[in-house]
């Protein structure tokens, strides 16, 4: 129980105080949307760009830990668009966005809070290890999905400019890139501009939990809800299971396995929704299971922290 008190709700306030804050009409709409686009164009990538560019690459880039999360999250993708089109009859379309929610972790906006207050700073290297390439692979698994789909009988060329141009649009695979890129350099930032980047950092994470909570508020838990509890089920226990099953079998360290399976047990993140509404797909269901799931793992993610101890 000291878990859920000491790690979850802490977390979960915060998201709670941003519902709330909207609800009662301390924050308009419109604000809650600036502090989403704060978090999502500035503050979060500027926290990855910090984190990517101070990681031991060598020491963190495990196989078996990026083989076994990532596999695990395709497996998720592809029960989650079997699952559109054979048991609830979704278009094509439809279901490529259903699946990018089963796919689509919240590990950033959750998963890092939630490991840094139960495993500690050192946990995180295991989160952003992951996290370099979350964003990267579910996009280009999505949107390679979408547009094959929507550019059948086109050609292939124009099938690739789709895919690169959503890609390299988003401000979070940007921030990753030039970590990375600072990372592989070698290059020593100036102390003013490494002062300025660790005080946005600072708060992405609290912006961007309260911002969620304010978006989550203009959404209602309605229609659909055999589909969203299919996704809340893939998202909160197979991914995790699958991971944990994986992880354990490629005998990952406990440390590493905790952070790892923890950041596969998180909701889907406020990307599936930003990915349905791009397409105009689903977004019913995407904006469902965020609300559903969201709620829903404050008891899972403390069943996990249970499980691994």
Same mark, same amino acid.
């Given at each position: 129980?000291? *878990?859920?008190?000491?790690? +979850? $709700?802490?977390?979960f306030l915060v998201i709670i105080g941003g519902y709330v804050s909207v609800w009662r009409g301390v924050l308009s709409d419109a604000s809650a949307d600036g502090l989403m686009r704060f978090a999502m164009k500035i503050g979060v990538p500027t926290l990855l760009f910090r984190a990517m560019s101070t990681l031991d690459l060598s020491r963190e880039f495990d196989l078996v830990l990026m083989g076994s999360y990532?596999?695990? *999250?395709?497996?998720?993708? +592809? $029960?989650?668009?079997?699952?559109?089109r054979l048991l609830f009859k979704r278009?094509?379309?439809?279901?490529?966005?259903?699946?990018?929610?089963?796919?689509?972790?919240?590990?950033?906006?959750?998963?890092?809070?939630?490991?840094e207050r139960a495993y500690g700073v050192d946990s995180l290297a295991t989160n952003f290890a992951l996290i370099s390439i979350h964003s990267p692979f579910c996009y280009l698994l999505g949107i390679t999905?979408?547009?094959?789909?929507?550019?059948?009988g086109r050609t292939g060329t124009s099938t690739i400019k789709a895919i690169l141009r959503a890609m390299f649009s988003n401000a979070i695979?940007?921030?990753i890139a030039l970590g990375l890129a600072v990372n592989l350099s070698g290059l020593a930032l100036p102390q003013a501009i490494t002062d300025g980047v660790n005080l946005i950092a600072q708060?992405?994470?609290?912006?961007?939990?309260f911002g969620i909570g304010g978006i989550l508020c203009r959404?209602?838990?309605e229609g659909d809800m055999t589909t969203v509890m299919y996704v809340v089920v893939i998202s909160l226990i197979v991914h995790p299971v699958l991971m944990y099953s994986f992880g354990t079998w490629g005998d990952l360290r406990t440390e590493v396995l905790r952070s790892a399976v923890i950041t596969a047990a998180m909701a889907p993140g406020i990307n599936v929704y930003v990915f349905a509404d791009m397409y105009g797909?689903?977004?019913r269901v995407a904006a469902t299971s965020v609300l559903v799931a969201t709620a829903i793992s404050s008891i899972t993610v403390w069943g996990w922290l249970t499980i691994l101890g």
């Open positions: 129980m000291s *878990a859920f008190f000491d790690v +979850v $709700l802490p977390v990532y596999v695990a *999250a395709t497996i998720c993708f +592809v $029960l989650g668009y079997v699952g559109a278009p094509a379309e439809d279901a490529v966005a259903i699946a990018f929610c089963c796919l689509f972790s919240n590990s950033m906006l959750l998963g890092v809070p939630i490991s999905a979408m547009e094959l789909i929507r550019n059948k695979i940007i921030g708060a992405a994470l609290p912006v961007a939990l959404y209602r838990p797909r689903a977004r």
